[in-house]
Structures are given as structure tokens and as C-alpha cells.
């Protein structure tokens, strides 16, 4: 029997993937976990290997499609099995009855339809998959042209990515009203339209544009949708306010300086985000709700301190922003911490964050202060209830016992989520913040 | 008071058979044991004191006999009413029930009609094994000149086993020994049901069911199930699948965009997949999915009873078929 490669959940969140890179071609011998393709997630790319022996009869999903998480993407053949044959059987996804193929050259399977159950639905689209023809339910697309709907425009929650009415409704809802479709405009640049929408969650809204303005369409990467999607759900979902404090670094600045002195020859320089993550795992214990997610009827406290750490990755690769993850981050010295930090930074820079680099965050943490931005707000990052935004640590005019003088200090600003913590606990949670930070030596026990 | 009135789908049977028998003289009775022991299952009990041995006639279990007797009978301008004890049985018939009684009228350029009915149990009663569970629609609905109909509930049968009997071809009228004592409301006065007339008894926007005969119940025990998860069923019971009522189907496929096809005969050739084929030529514009299908499992029937039961049709595999056609995986 030929064995289907289908695209593989790398990720809770994730719900489709793309073969960013064949790795194999039709014919090649493959043994049991070789990596045959490059598959870009919601949040990493990842090796995908295969599980069996075999030669590849038939790559199903062409570099660059997104396809769902269990439709096939490669047909392999058995050894000793006919790889043409392989090649042409229908790919049956998950464990579906097997399906009569569509050509008469087929190798014989049971000649009767099965009866129609679930998972079948996937079966013959996979035969269908090759090229580029978009695939449309009928009464989609005579929906699409009744209603003005560019099919071009729409994203496919059928089967195999099908357009189904419910998409065309969707984008008809999207849209508004009585818009006629995105006009047939210059290849690249965008046809302005009076029209607008909040398109910010990549959905299948036409692109926006600014009347009498030419602009330049850039593709959204599979990250910056999944950035634009997961923040605007944040944003949306999310009862969002801020609370601020200012924290005087004098201690801790000179006690990094101590440290980092006394331990360059073993190559250890601590950030002042390394203090500060360690900072805010122990406070953890102090304050269960910022180490929370709100579930609906329920609200989850974490038994583990996993302190996401926002990654911004270089604008030259790309740019985009990636969340490293310092597991037990109340159980890890700052030695630890600094030093897990720095590979996940430069891992995230070079080849890239594997999955479990990058899940699990119970809180996170972005801090701009290397760039000199002295306060911002960040967007929770959910499941989290909450997320620290910190700027720089400035040399500034300071009040200290009544005095006038010159001291360091660094703003930070928590955005939380109203509907596990309240202002006062947000309060609570930077006062015990600021005794961390300001009596750093809490810091080394 | 007659509005209230509810009977048994084998009284219904036999209120027709007996008001056609009054009505008219040439109509008669034959088949096994249908006189003196009131039938196999008792449709006929009582009409050999009213009618007499002249025209209920208890014939020796010899189908191809007995049926080419009753073809014979019609040929000469007879009425006959012919019970199979079961369509299973049918089978040894094969040739005067299909190669003459459906020709008779064209192979005699219109000299001799064939006005028969064919009546019994089809289709799995209940543990009776491979042989005798046989569900003939999906074998004798690919021969022209046969009218075939299978009803759901009493009220239908009755209707549809007079208009049978009044009409001038020879019918295959399949009943269901599942079903003999279901009952339901039938009317003291004469109302007769005219062949492909479809009846929508369930209204529905979300998904078309179409089905006849004993798998309508599961049709509606699907649908009420579905309304629970959020789609509306629209049911509609073909009545006869000869003539077949396609243009009651088409306009709710136009309504719903999907349709799912329950037909308890085995799917490969099947009034399942002509009804199917015929949705995708008229609803081609009109379909989210392609028709899905709900049949017997393509296997002889079991005998076991658990097995029998998941090789038919049965509500879960319905919920099933609508959520995949209406993509609610």
C-alpha cells in the first residue's frame, strides 16, 4: 500500500503549514527518518521526516502552498511496490475506507463508493491536488460571480483549501455590502478604493489602499500573519489597560558591572534583561495571577514559571518577532538565564527557533531598552495574562532622601488582562517588581 | 373522529387490498399462505372469509410459478395482487417478473397490458441472514416498464397500494416486515396517493435528505439530532423511485446546497446513485459537495445482530454523511 506523508501539527496552534523546501524528488530512495522537506509553521520552520522506507512516488503539495495540518503532501511507495502505481492510487487521508482512484489504471481497490463518513472528505481532493487551479464548490463560484466576490481573494476552509460557500459568504460579509470586486489594477500595485476595512487580521479582505497613492504589495510572510492574527485576537479579546512604574537601576547597574567584571574570563555578560527576568519569575510566587491564563468559566494558574522573552529578528532576514521561552525561569540562576537567552537570541537570528524553543510562556517580557526607548505598551501575548514592556535604563535628575541628583532609572509598564488581574494586583505585582529590582542581591538567593 | 384514527401499516395494506377487492371484481389475492393462515404476517387476515378461496388464493411455494400464473391472469385481463413473503424469494421469479411482465406491453405493440401488483417484505427484517434480507429496488429499479414503491408509514402505503392496483402496469410494491406494525394515521375515506409525488416532511435550510421506505425514520432520527448540533435538515420521502420525483429534490438542493442520498440497497448501481447522478446534472451550480450517500454496507448481510445493525443505514452514519457534505467535520 502506498504510505501518505500528511502535513504534520508542529505546534498547538498550529492548523496548516507550508512545504517551504522539497527536499527529495519523485524516485528518490528514502529511508525511515530522513528529512524530505522544510515545513513552515504558524511559528518556525521545522525538518520534516519521513517514518518509513520507501521512494517517493509522488510529491502532492508544491514548495510555497499552505495546506491543513493532515492533508497529504507526499505519496511514498513501499519497497518493492510499483512506484508509478503508488503514484496514481489515491491518497487517503488519516484512516479513511479506500476510495475507487480515478483512472482505470488504478490498482484494484473495492469498486464501491464508501459509504460517505468523515474523514473521507479529504480523499479526493488530495487526487486533485496538483497545479495551480484554485478549487471552488460550484455554487461558490457562482455565488463568487453573483455577489462581485474576487475568488482570488478568498481563502478555502474546504477541504484540500476548497472554497465553499461558507468563504464566499464570509468575504461578502468582510467586504460590505455592495463592493464591487478588487479591480483588475496594475500587477503590484494596489488600485486605490474607497473602500475600507479592517483587514489587519490577514483575512480574505481585499487589499486596502489610500486613494490617489501608488503602493508597493509586499506577500505576508506565514509569521507576519500569524503576528497580525494572534494580535489583533489579543487586542480584540483581551480587556487590555496598562499600569507603569520607574525602578532605580543604580543597584542593579552596579552590581551587573561587578559581576560582569568578575566573570568575563568565563565569558558570562549579564543583560540588565537578565536580571529583570529573573526579577519577574520570582515574583511569581508572590503573585500566582500574573503567572495565569484566563479559560472562560475558569482560571488556569501555572505550576511552571516560563518567561517568553520577545525576539526581534533582523529587518535585513526579514524582520518579524519571535517569543524564546527560559522554562522554570524561577528555578534557573541569573548565570542560567543570561546564558539560555543568549543561544535562543542567536538561534532565532541565524537558523531559526525550534517549537519547543518557543512554546509554553506562561508570561512575557519585551524589553526595548537597548534601542534607548525610554517607556512603551505591549499586546499581551495569549495565552499569558500578562506582558512587561521595558524601556531603558537613562541617567537622569532623581529625587533620592529628599536630595536632587543624578541616578539611573528604567520604566516599565505592564499591560495585563482585566479579567484575571486588577489594577491594585498589577500594583501589588510591580511594587514587589521594584524590591527585586532595587535590591538586587534578592536577586542572587 | 376519523382524523384521530391510527392503524397499522399491515391494516393499511389490507384496507387497500380489500377496497380495491370491492371495487373492483377482476382484482384477486395470491401467494403463500395468503388465505387460510391470513398470511405470513398477517396482512390478509379476514379477506378469505369476505372474498372467498375464488379470489384469495393460497398458491404452493413455487414463486416462478405462482408469478407467471399472475402475468398470465393480467394478460387476460385479470387484476392480480401477488404477495411475496419475501422480495428475497422474488428472485427465482427473475424471469416473468422482469423479462415479461415489464415487456408485455411494448413486445405485444400495446395488445397486452400487464396490470399486476407485486407486493412483500424487503430489505433486512431482523437477523434473517445473507438470502433473505435482500433489498430488490437496488437490482429491479435498472428494468423500464416496472413502477416500483416503497412506502414509509401507513398512511403512504395505503395510498400508493390503490393507486397501484388501479393503475394498468405492473408495480413492485416493497414493504417492510420492520415496519408492519408501525402505525400511523390513515383516514376512514378513500384518498389515493398518485406515483412520483415526493413528500417534504421535514423542512429544513442547511442540507437536503432524500430517502424512501423504511430509512426515512432514520432520515428524521438524523435530522432531529442535527438540529441539536446547529443544521437544518430539510427530509424528503421519494414515495416511489419509479417514477422518480426529482424536481421535489432539485428545488430543495437548490434551497440547501447540500444533499445527502439514504438508500438501504448497496451503493454500486443503486437508485442511491441515479438519484445522486441526477442532483449533480440539475444542482451542478447549485452544490457545495458533491452528493454524499448513505447505503448498506457493500457486503451480504450479516447475520449477527450487532453487525447487522452497522451494515444498514442507521441515524449516526446520516449525522455523519450531512456533516461531512456541509464540510461541519
Not at chain 1, 461558490?140 to 481573494?153: F, I, K, N, P, T
Not at chain 1, 489587519?200 to 508597493?216: F, N
Not at chain 1, 551587573?256 to 566573570?263: K, P, S, T, V
Not at chain 2, 411482465?101 to 407486493?119: D, E
Given at each position: 500500500?502506498?504510505?501518505n506523508?500528511?502535513?504534520?501539527?508542529?505546534?498547538?496552534?498550529?492548523?496548516?503549514?507550508?512545504?517551504?523546501k522539497?527536499?527529495?524528488?519523485v524516485?528518490?530512495?528514502?529511508?525511515?527518518?530522513?528529512?524530505?522537506a522544510?515545513i513552515e509553521?504558524?511559528?518556525?520552520t521545522?525538518?520534516?521526516?519521513?517514518?518509513?522506507d520507501g521512494?517517493?512516488?509522488?510529491?502532492?503539495?508544491p514548495?510555497?502552498?499552505?495546506?491543513?495540518?493532515?492533508?497529504?503532501?507526499?505519496?511514498?511507495?513501499?519497497?518493492?511496490e510499483?512506484?508509478?502505481?503508488?503514484a496514481?492510487?489515491p491518497?487517503?487521508?488519516?484512516?479513511?475506507?479506500?476510495?475507487?482512484?480515478?483512472?482505470?489504471s488504478?490498482?484494484?481497490?473495492?469498486?464501491?463508493?464508501?459509504?460517505?463518513?468523515g474523514?473521507?472528505?479529504?480523499d479526493?481532493e488530495?487526487?486533485?491536488?496538483?497545479?495551480?487551479?484554485?478549487r471552488?464548490?460550484?455554487?461558490?463560484?457562482?455565488?463568487?460571480?453573483?455577489?462581485?466576490?474576487?475568488?482570488?481573494?478568498?481563502?478555502?476552509?474546504g477541504?484540500?483549501?476548497?472554497?465553499?460557500?461558507?468563504?464566499?459568504?464570509?468575504?461578502?460579509?468582510?467586504?460590505g455590502?455592495?463592493?464591487?470586486?478588487?479591480?483588475?489594477g496594475?500587477?503590484?500595485?494596489?488600485?486605490?478604493?474607497?473602500?475600507?476595512?479592517?483587514?489587519?487580521?490577514?483575512?480574505?479582505?481585499?487589499?486596502l489602499?489610500?486613494a490617489g497613492v501608488?503602493s508597493?504589495?509586499?506577500?505576508?510572510?506565514?509569521m507576519?500573519?500569524?503576528?497580525?492574527r494572534r494580535?489583533?485576537e489579543?487586542k480584540q479579546?483581551?480587556?487590555?489597560?496598562?499600569?507603569?512604574?520607574?525602578?532605580a537601576?543604580?543597584?542593579?547597574l552596579?552590581?551587573?558591572g561587578?559581576?560582569?567584571?568578575?566573570?568575563?574570563?568565563?565569558?558570562v555578560?549579564?543583560s540588565?534583561n537578565?536580571?529583570?527576568i529573573r526579577?519577574?519569575?520570582?515574583a511569581?510566587?508572590?503573585?500566582?495571577?500574573?503567572?495565569?491564563?484566563?479559560?472562560?468559566?475558569r482560571i488556569l494558574?501555572h505550576?511552571?514559571?516560563?518567561i517568553?522573552?520577545?525576539?526581534?529578528?533582523?529587518?535585513?532576514?526579514?524582520g518579524?518577532?519571535?517569543v524564546g521561552?527560559?522554562?522554570d525561569a524561577?528555578?534557573?540562576?541569573?548565570?542560567?538565564?543570561s546564558?539560555?537567552?543568549?543561544?535562543?537570541?542567536e538561534?532565532?537570528?541565524?537558523?531559526?527557533?525550534?517549537?519547543?524553543?518557543?512554546?509554553?510562556?506562561?508570561?512575557?517580557?519585551?524589553?526595548l531598552?537597548?534601542?534607548?526607548?525610554?517607556?512603551?505598551?505591549?499586546?499581551i501575548?495569549?495565552?499569558?495574562?500578562a506582558?512587561l514592556?521595558?524601556?531603558a535604563?537613562i541617567?537622569q535628575?532623581?529625587?533620592r532622601?529628599?536630595q536632587?541628583?543624578?541616578?539611573?532609572e528604567?520604566?516599565?509598564t505592564?499591560?495585563l488582562?482585566?479579567?484575571?488581574?486588577?489594577?491594585?494586583m498589577?500594583?501589588?505585582?510591580l511594587?514587589?517588581?521594584?524590591e527585586?529590582?532595587e535590591?538586587?542581591?534578592?536577586?542572587?538567593? | 373522529m376519523?382524523?384521530?384514527?391510527?392503524?397499522?401499516?399491515?391494516?393499511a395494506?389490507?384496507?387497500?387490498?380489500s377496497e380495491?377487492?370491492r371495487?373492483?371484481?377482476?382484482?384477486?389475492l395470491?401467494?403463500e399462505?395468503?388465505?387460510q393462515?391470513?398470511?405470513?404476517y398477517?396482512?390478509?387476515?379476514?379477506?378469505?372469509?369476505?372474498?372467498?378461496?375464488?379470489r384469495?388464493i393460497?398458491?404452493?411455494?413455487?414463486?416462478?410459478?405462482f408469478?407467471?400464473?399472475?402475468?398470465?391472469?393480467?394478460?387476460?385481463?385479470?387484476k392480480?395482487?401477488?404477495?411475496f413473503?419475501?422480495?428475497?424469494?422474488?428472485?427465482v421469479?427473475?424471469?416473468?417478473i422482469?423479462?415479461n411482465?415489464?415487456?408485455?406491453?411494448?413486445m405485444?405493440?400495446?395488445?397486452?397490458?400487464?396490470?399486476?401488483v407485486f407486493?412483500?417484505?424487503?430489505?433486512a427484517?431482523?437477523q434473517?441472514?445473507?438470502?433473505h434480507s435482500?433489498?430488490?429496488?437496488g437490482?429491479y429499479?435498472?428494468?423500464?416498464?416496472?413502477?416500483?414503491?416503497?412506502?414509509?408509514?401507513p398512511?403512504?402505503a395505503?395510498?400508493?397500494?390503490k393507486?397501484?392496483?388501479?393503475?394498468?402496469?405492473?408495480?413492485f410494491f416493497l414493504?417492510s416486515e420492520?415496519?408492519?406494525?408501525?402505525k400511523?394515521?390513515?383516514?376512514?375515506?378513500?384518498?389515493l396517493?398518485p406515483?412520483?409525488?415526493?413528500?417534504?416532511i421535514?423542512?429544513g435550510?442547511?442540507?437536503?435528505?432524500?430517502?424512501w421506505?423504511r430509512?426515512?425514520?432514520?432520515?428524521m432520527?438524523?435530522?432531529?439530532?442535527?438540529?441539536?448540533q446547529?443544521?437544518?435538515?430539510?427530509?424528503?420521502?421519494?414515495?416511489?423511485?419509479r417514477?422518480?420525483d426529482?424536481g421535489?429534490?432539485v428545488r430543495?438542493?437548490?434551497?440547501?446546497?447540500?444533499?445527502v442520498?439514504?438508500d438501504?440497497s448497496?451503493?454500486?448501481g443503486?437508485?442511491?446513485s441515479?438519484l445522486?447522478?441526477?442532483?449533480?446534472r440539475?444542482c451542478?451550480?447549485?452544490l457545495?459537495?458533491?452528493?454524499?450517500?448513505?447505503?448498506?454496507?457493500?457486503v451480504?448481510?450479516?447475520?449477527?445482530?450487532n453487525?447487522?445493525?452497522?451494515?444498514?443505514?442507521?441515524a449516526?452514519?446520516?449525522v455523519?454523511?450531512?456533516?461531512?457534505?456541509?464540510?461541519?467535520l
Amino acid at each position: 500500500m502506498p504510505i501518505n506523508v500528511t502535513m504534520p501539527r508542529l505546534s498547538d496552534t498550529m492548523e496548516q503549514g507550508t512545504v517551504v523546501k522539497w527536499h527529495v524528488k519523485v524516485g528518490d530512495k528514502v529511508a525511515s527518518g530522513q528529512v524530505i522537506a522544510d515545513i513552515e509553521t504558524d511559528k518556525a520552520t521545522m525538518e520534516q521526516s519521513v517514518f518509513d522506507d520507501g521512494t517517493i512516488a509522488r510529491l502532492v503539495c508544491p514548495e510555497g502552498k499552505q495546506v491543513k495540518v493532515g492533508d497529504v503532501i507526499a505519496v511514498l511507495a513501499e519497497d518493492g511496490e510499483n512506484v508509478d502505481a503508488a503514484a496514481s492510487a489515491p491518497a487517503t487521508g488519516g484512516a479513511a475506507a479506500a476510495r475507487p482512484a480515478p483512472t482505470s489504471s488504478a490498482p484494484a481497490v473495492s469498486a464501491a463508493p464508501a459509504p460517505a463518513r468523515g474523514p473521507v472528505v479529504a480523499d479526493v481532493e488530495a487526487v486533485a491536488v496538483d497545479g495551480e487551479r484554485a478549487r471552488v464548490s460550484p455554487v461558490a463560484r457562482r455565488m463568487a460571480q453573483e455577489m462581485g466576490v474576487d475568488l482570488a481573494q478568498v481563502a478555502g476552509s474546504g477541504p484540500g483549501g476548497r472554497i465553499v460557500k461558507r468563504d464566499i459568504v464570509l468575504a461578502a460579509e468582510t467586504r460590505g455590502a455592495a463592493v464591487p470586486a478588487a479591480r483588475p489594477g496594475a500587477q503590484s500595485l494596489v488600485a486605490a478604493s474607497a473602500s475600507a476595512d479592517s483587514g489587519a487580521s490577514g483575512g480574505s479582505s481585499g487589499a486596502l489602499a489610500v486613494a490617489g497613492v501608488q503602493s508597493v504589495e509586499v506577500p505576508v510572510t506565514t509569521m507576519r500573519g500569524v503576528i497580525a492574527r494572534r494580535l489583533v485576537e489579543s487586542k480584540q479579546q483581551i480587556p487590555h489597560y496598562q499600569v507603569s512604574m520607574k525602578f532605580a537601576m543604580d543597584a542593579i547597574l552596579a552590581m551587573r558591572g561587578q559581576l560582569n567584571q568578575q566573570l568575563a574570563a568565563l565569558e558570562v555578560k549579564l543583560s540588565v534583561n537578565d536580571f529583570i527576568i529573573r526579577a519577574c519569575a520570582l515574583a511569581m510566587a508572590r503573585h500566582p495571577f500574573f503567572n495565569a491564563s484566563w479559560a472562560g468559566d475558569r482560571i488556569l494558574l501555572h505550576q511552571q514559571v516560563n518567561i517568553g522573552v520577545a525576539i526581534a529578528l533582523p529587518e535585513e532576514k526579514g524582520g518579524g518577532l519571535v517569543v524564546g521561552v527560559v522554562r522554570d525561569a524561577n528555578l534557573k540562576s541569573l548565570r542560567q538565564i543570561s546564558g539560555e537567552v543568549r543561544t535562543l537570541g542567536e538561534k532565532a537570528r541565524t537558523k531559526g527557533l525550534s517549537m519547543e524553543d518557543m512554546s509554553g510562556a506562561t508570561f512575557t517580557i519585551s524589553n526595548l531598552g537597548m534601542f534607548g526607548v525610554d517607556n512603551f505598551t505591549a499586546i499581551i501575548n495569549p495565552p499569558n495574562s500578562a506582558i512587561l514592556a521595558c524601556g531603558a535604563a537613562i541617567e537622569q535628575p532623581v529625587v533620592r532622601d529628599h536630595q536632587l541628583c543624578v541616578g539611573w532609572e528604567m520604566a516599565a509598564t505592564l499591560s495585563l488582562d482585566h479579567r484575571v488581574i486588577d489594577g491594585a494586583m498589577a500594583a501589588k505585582y510591580l511594587q514587589s517588581l521594584k524590591e527585586l529590582v532595587e535590591q538586587p542581591t534578592l536577586l542572587l538567593v | 373522529m376519523s382524523a384521530l384514527r391510527e392503524i397499522e401499516f399491515r391494516d393499511a395494506l389490507r384496507e387497500a387490498m380489500s377496497e380495491e377487492m370491492r371495487r373492483d371484481k377482476r382484482v384477486m389475492l395470491m401467494g403463500e399462505e395468503v388465505a387460510q393462515y391470513n398470511g405470513a404476517y398477517k396482512v390478509s387476515r379476514g379477506m378469505l372469509d369476505e372474498f372467498g378461496p375464488r379470489r384469495i388464493i393460497d398458491t404452493p411455494i413455487s414463486e416462478s410459478g405462482f408469478a407467471g400464473m399472475a402475468i398470465g391472469a393480467a394478460m387476460m385481463g385479470l387484476k392480480p395482487i401477488v404477495e411475496f413473503m419475501s422480495w428475497s424469494f422474488s428472485l427465482v421469479a427473475a424471469d416473468p417478473i422482469l423479462n415479461n411482465a415489464p415487456k408485455m406491453l411494448y413486445m405485444s405493440g400495446g395488445q397486452f397490458g400487464c396490470s399486476v401488483v407485486f407486493r412483500g417484505n424487503d430489505g433486512a427484517g431482523g437477523q434473517l441472514g445473507s438470502t433473505h434480507s435482500w433489498c430488490v429496488e437496488g437490482l429491479y429499479s435498472n428494468v423500464p416498464g416496472i413502477k416500483i414503491a416503497i412506502p414509509s408509514n401507513p398512511y403512504d402505503a395505503k395510498g400508493l397500494l390503490k393507486t397501484s392496483i388501479r393503475g394498468s402496469d405492473p408495480v413492485f410494491f416493497l414493504e417492510s416486515e420492520r415496519m408492519l406494525g408501525n402505525k400511523g394515521h390513515v383516514p376512514e375515506e378513500e384518498y389515493l396517493i398518485p406515483f412520483g409525488q415526493a413528500a417534504v416532511i421535514r423542512e429544513g435550510t442547511d442540507c437536503t435528505l432524500a430517502s424512501w421506505g423504511r430509512p426515512v425514520h432514520f432520515c428524521m432520527e438524523a435530522a432531529e439530532e442535527l438540529q441539536k448540533q446547529g443544521i437544518s435538515c430539510e427530509v424528503i420521502d421519494l414515495r416511489t423511485v419509479r417514477p422518480l420525483d426529482i424536481g421535489t429534490v432539485v428545488r430543495s438542493v437548490r434551497k440547501t446546497n447540500a444533499c445527502v442520498v439514504v438508500d438501504q440497497s448497496w451503493s454500486f448501481g443503486s437508485p442511491g446513485s441515479e438519484l445522486a447522478s441526477q442532483v449533480h446534472r440539475h444542482c451542478f451550480d447549485d452544490l457545495d459537495n458533491y452528493v454524499h450517500r448513505v447505503h448498506s454496507a457493500d457486503v451480504p448481510t450479516p447475520y449477527a445482530t450487532n453487525l447487522e445493525q452497522e451494515y444498514l443505514p442507521n441515524a449516526r452514519k446520516i449525522v455523519e454523511a450531512v456533516r461531512s457534505a456541509t464540510y461541519n467535520l
